[in-house]
Structure formats: C-alpha cells, structure tokens
C-alpha cells in the first residue's frame, strides 16, 4: 500500500481554476495507475481522472472532458489534476486514489483502486 496525501483544494467562483496534488510515499509510485475520484454529499464516490503508470494515457469522465487535466510527475512521486472552467456541479470531496498492482493496466474501476488520501473539499460557487 501507498500512502497518499492531498492538497489544492478550495472554494472558487464558477469559471475558475484550482489545480490539486496528490503526493505518495515509497518507491513504487511510479509503476502504479493513480486517480483521481469525487464524492459530492449524498452521492456516489465518483471517478473523474486516471492516468497510466507511464503517464502516457490518461481518461476522463465525460463530466470533466475539456477541462480537467490529470498529469504525474514521477521523479516527485506526485499526481496532479488541473481543473479549469470550475462548475457549482464540481463541489465535491476529491480523492486521489493509487492501483496497488505494479504496471497495471489503468482502469477507471472505484473497486480496483487499493490506496486512498483523505480528501480536499473543492467547493465552487455560481
């Protein structure tokens, strides 16, 4: 397992931009798939970012398409997900997440994500 801590989060007026972090532990980060995910109070923890452990290939949900952007640099062991174009409807709890499998094929899976940070409330007013 990873530990995994994040931070960036904030309160926004809608349109504007925040860009959250997600630093991990250990020497294995770097072989790892890592997301990002979402929980807004009532709902459903919901995926919004993953990237391949290679940073090669990243995914998306189509609610964040176009203006989230996730991106890793590995010789910091840390994930980051830029959010641009900020909506009241992106006001969440959002968790970076590592796939505990090294070189793991990435996946936008809840369930096949084994490391989880806290948490960082991203609040976006209209």
């Known amino acids: 397992q990873v530990q995994l801590v994040e931070s960036g989060g904030g309160m926004v007026q809608a349109g504007g931009s925040l860009r959250l972090s997600c630093a991990a532990d250990g020497r294995t980060f770097s072989t790892y798939v890592m997301g990002w995910f979402r929980q807004a109070p009532g709902k459903e923890r919901e995926f919004v970012a993953a990237i391949s452990w290679s940073g090669g290939s990243t995914y998306y949900a189509d609610s964040v398409k176009g203006r989230f952007t996730i991106s890793r640099v590995n010789a910091k062991n840390t994930v980051y997900l830029q959010m641009n174009s900020l909506k009241p409807e992106d006001t969440a709890v959002y968790y970076c997440?590592?796939?505990?499998?090294?070189?793991?094929?990435?996946?936008?899976?809840?369930?096949?994500?084994?490391?989880w940070g806290q948490g960082t409330q991203v609040t976006v007013s209209s």
């Open positions: 997440a590592a796939r505990n499998r090294q070189f793991a094929t990435a996946t936008t899976e809840r369930t096949d994500f084994g490391s």
